[in-house]
C-alpha cells in the first residue's frame, strides 16, 4: 500500500474515533486524538493532519446543512426545507444562515454534496438556458 | 412585437418553478482537459457534469473521493475550487437527416457557419449495439465504385471493413471516393423515381487530422456534389482528446438514427489510431493503469463497442444498415501492431495498402495477399460476381509468378500468358482519385478483359484503353450498361450486346 493510501486509511480511522453516539463529531475527541497524535509524531503527520481535516469537514457537511438566502424573511422557509430534510434522512441535522443577494430571493440549501435550491436567480438562469 | 412577447411569455410559463435538487463537487485539479472533482457523489459513469461558463464535462473516473472529469470546450477559464453539477444526462448529440451538408464538432455542433442544425432528436453518443435477434446477414452491395475494391474486396451493407496502410498511401482517398460514389448513386436513384432505391448517406468523422485536411476533403465533396448526402464530425488535432475520443461515437450516433429508421449508412473514422492515442492520453491523465504501448487496457473494447454498432438490422427492425469504413495508419507497413491487430480482428476484413505500390505508381496501391473481405462477396451483384470471380486469384497469381520470373529467362507459354493478363490486370485497376466508375461500367471493362479484348493492347496503353472504353460506354454503350445495372445480370443476350459493342469499340481505338 501507497504511503498516501496509507495516511488516507489512518485519517478515515481518526474520523471513526472523533464521533460521538449521534455520528456527530466530538471535540474533546478529536483534541484528544491531535494531542496524542502530537506525542507519537508518525512519519508524514503533516499529511495525515491535511487528510484529517479534510475527512472531518466532509463529514461535518453530512449533518451541517449551510443555507443561503435572498433576503432576511426567508430564514423561515431554509428552516422549513431542514425540517423535510430532517425527516427525509431520519438524521437531526444543524442549520446555519447566511444572505446571498445573488439569489435575488429564494433560498438554497447544502447538506452534503446535494443542493436544494428555490430562487429568483436559479429561475432566470433556467429561462436563460431554454432559449440557448 | 406582441408575438415576441408572447413566445417569451410562454417559455416562462412552460418553465418549471419547483424546486431543484442537483448534486455538487468542486475542482481539487484541473490538468490537459481533465478535472478531478472531489464531491459529486451521486454522479452515474457518462453523465454529463456541468462547469462554470457553460463548459461540459463527461465523468469517466468514479473513485471514492473524487470523479475524473473530461472536459469538452474550452477550459481556460476554469480554475480550482469552481463548483462542478450533475445534470441527470447522458451526452447526446443531435440526429437525422438535418445534419446532411453540415459540418459539425464532437458534441453536434455546427462549425460551419451555416446557422444552428435543423434537429429535433438527439441520440446518446455511447449506446449498446444491436444483438443477434435483429441482425441479418449482408447481403446488399455498397459500390465504392473503385474496380480493385468492388472486384476483390467486395463490401456489403453493414459491414465493417477496414482501410489500413502507412501514411500518404491513399486511404482517406478510398473513402473519400466511396462517399462521392454513393452521392453519385443516390442522385441517379432518386431522379430515376425508383420507389425501391435506398439511397445511402454518408458520415465522415475526422479524427486528430489538421484542419487544413478538414477543409480539403469538405472542398472535394462539394466539388463533387456529395455533400448534400454528407455529415463531417470534426475533431481536428488542435481540438482537445476528449472531443478526438468522442467524435466516433457522436458520429456512430448520428448513423444509427438512419439505420433505426429504416435506411442506410456508412461510416467513416478517419482514423482510429489517432483515436487510440487520444484515448491513451486521457487514460493517463486519469491515472488508469497502462499497459502494451503505454495504452489502457480497455483499448480493445474502446473499438470494438464503436465498431459493433455497426449492423445490418432485418425486416422486422426497419431493414436498415450502417456500413462502417475505419481506417488505421500503420507504421513501416506492420500490421502486426497493437492497434492494427486489434482493429483487423473486430472487423469483416481489410483494404491493405501498400506503399511499394503506391511508389510504383500502382493506385489504389491496394495488396491483393493482405485485403480480404469476409462477408462482402454474399453482397456482390450477380453480373459482376461472374466477371470478378476469377480476377483475385489471377492477380495472386501474377505476382507470385512476377517474383520468380525475374530469374527466369526461359519462359513456358502459361507461364507467360499468365504474366502478360496480370499485368494487363494491374494496369486496367489504375484509377484516379475522386473518379469512381459505376458498377455497370466495371462489370463491362472487366468482362472485356476476361474475354481478351485488351490482350492484343500493349501494356503500356491498358490505362488509356480502359478511359476510352469508360467514355464508349458513358456515350454509345449505354443501353447495354443499362440493362446490366437494372436486371444485375449477364445474360446470354446482354452479353451479345456486350460483345457487338465492345467490338466496336476495338475498332475506333488505336
Redesign the interface.
Known amino acids: 500500500m501507497s504511503t498516501p493510501a496509507k495516511h488516507k486509511n489512518l485519517a478515515k480511522r481518526l474520523l471513526g474515533l472523533s464521533l460521538n453516539d449521534e455520528g456527530r463529531i466530538n471535540e474533546a475527541s478529536v483534541t484528544e486524538i491531535l494531542v496524542s497524535l502530537r506525542k507519537e509524531s508518525p512519519i508524514g503527520l503533516k499529511s495525515i493532519l491535511r487528510l484529517f481535516l479534510a475527512e472531518i469537514r466532509k463529514h461535518e457537511q453530512t449533518y451541517h446543512a449551510r443555507a443561503e438566502i435572498g433576503c432576511n424573511e426567508e430564514k423561515a422557509v431554509a428552516e422549513k426545507?431542514l425540517h423535510k430534510l430532517e425527516s427525509s434522512t431520519g438524521k437531526n441535522l444543524m442549520l446555519s444562515v447566511e444572505r446571498n443577494p445573488s439569489l435575488i430571493s429564494g433560498c438554497r440549501v447544502?447538506l452534503?454534496?446535494?443542493?436544494?435550491?428555490?430562487s429568483i436567480s436559479?429561475?432566470l438562469l433556467?429561462?436563460q438556458k431554454?432559449?440557448n | 412585437m406582441s408575438s415576441i412577447t408572447d413566445l417569451i411569455r410562454k417559455e416562462i410559463e412552460n418553465l418549471s418553478t419547483d424546486a431543484t435538487q442537483t448534486n455538487v463537487g468542486t475542482i481539487v485539479t484541473l490538468a490537459d482537459g481533465v478535472a478531478k472533482v472531489e464531491g459529486l457523489s451521486k454522479v452515474m459513469f457518462n453523465e454529463m457534469v456541468e462547469f462554470p461558463n457553460d463548459v461540459l464535462g463527461i465523468a469517466l473516473n468514479l473513485e471514492e473521493d473524487t470523479v475524473g472529469c473530461v472536459l469538452l470546450g474550452d477550459t481556460s477559464s476554469l480554475k480550482e475550487g469552481d463548483e462542478a453539477r450533475t445534470t441527470g444526462k447522458l451526452l447526446s448529440v443531435p440526429v437525422g437527416k438535418g445534419l446532411l451538408g453540415r459540418v459539425v464538432d464532437a458534441v453536434g455542433r455546427p462549425i460551419d457557419d451555416k446557422g444552428p442544425v435543423q434537429s429535433d432528436q438527439q441520440f446518446p453518443v455511447e449506446r449498446i449495439a444491436p444483438g443477434i435477434i435483429p441482425r441479418k446477414s449482408v447481403d446488399q452491395p455498397l459500390q465504392t465504385g473503385i474496380m480493385a475494391v468492388d472486384s476483390m474486396v467486395p463490401i456489403g451493407r453493414g459491414q465493417r471493413e477496414l482501410i489500413i496502410g502507412d501514411r500518404s498511401t491513399g486511404k482517406t482517398t478510398i473513402a473519400i471516393d466511396t462517399i462521392i460514389n454513393q452521392a453519385k448513386i443516390n442522385k441517379q436513384g432518386e431522379d430515376s423515381g425508383d420507389p425501391n432505391f435506398r439511397p445511402v448517406y454518408c458520415i465522415y468523422v475526422a479524427v486528430g487530422q489538421k484542419n487544413s485536411n478538414v477543409a480539403r476533403t469538405i472542398k472535394i465533396l462539394e466539388d463533387t456534389g456529395a455533400m448534400d448526402y454528407v455529415t463531417i464530425v470534426s475533431a481536428p488535432a488542435a481540438d482537445n482528446p476528449a472531443n478526438q475520443y468522442l467524435a466516433p461515437y457522436s458520429g456512430c450516433a448520428m448513423g444509427e438514427w438512419f439505420m433505426e429508421n429504416g435506411m442506410d449508412a456508412l461510416i467513416v473514422y478517419d482514423d482510429l489510431s489517432k483515436h487510440a492515442v487520444a484515448y491513451r492520453q486521457i487514460s493517463l491523465i486519469l491515472k488508469r493503469p497502462s499497459g502494451r504501448e503505454a495504452y489502457p487496457g480497455d483499448v480493445f473494447y474502446l473499438h470494438s463497442r464503436l465498431l459493433e454498432r455497426s449492423a445490418r438490422l432485418n425486416e422486422e427492425s426497419g431493414n436498415g444498415s450502417l456500413t462502417a469504413l475505419p481506417i488505421i495508419e500503420t507504421q513501416m507497413g506492420d500490421v502486426s501492431g497493437y492497434i492494427p491487430t486489434n482493429v483487423i480482428s473486430i472487423t469483416d476484413g481489410q483494404i491493405f495498402l501498400e506503399t511499394d505500390l503506391f511508389n510504383k505508381g500502382i493506385k489504389p496501391a491496394v495488396s491483393v495477399g493482405l485485403s480480404v473481405s469476409r462477408v462482402g462477396s454474399a453482397a456482390q451483384i450477380k453480373a459482376y460476381k461472374k466477371v470478378a470471380g476469377k480476377v483475385k486469384l489471377e492477380l495472386a497469381q501474377f505476382r507470385e509468378l512476377a517474383a520468380f520470373s525475374q530469374f527466369e529467362s526461359d519462359l513456358d507459354a502459361a507461364t507467360k500468358a499468365r504474366l502478360d493478363r496480370g499485368a494487363r490486370i494491374v494496369e486496367m485497376f489504375k484509377q484516379g482519385a475522386y473518379e469512381p466508375v459505376p458498377v455497370e461500367i466495371q462489370t463491362a471493362i472487366m468482362w472485356g478483359m476476361q474475354n481478351d479484348f485488351f490482350d492484343s493492347i500493349s501494356v503500356d496503353d491498358i490505362t488509356r484503353a480502359v478511359s476510352s472504353l469508360k467514355e464508349y460506354l458513358y456515350s454509345q454503350g449505354k443501353e447495354v450498361c443499362e440493362e446490366i445495372y437494372s436486371t444485375g445480370k449477364l445474360e446470354e443476350s446482354t452479353e451479345q450486346k456486350l460483345r457487338s459493342s465492345l467490338e466496336d469499340w476495338k475498332r475506333t481505338f488505336s
Not at chain 1, 112 to 118: A, C, K, L, M, T
Request: charged share 40%; net charge negative.
Open positions: 426545507i447544502r452534503g454534496d446535494d443542493v436544494y435550491e428555490d436559479s429561475r433556467a429561462l431554454s432559449f
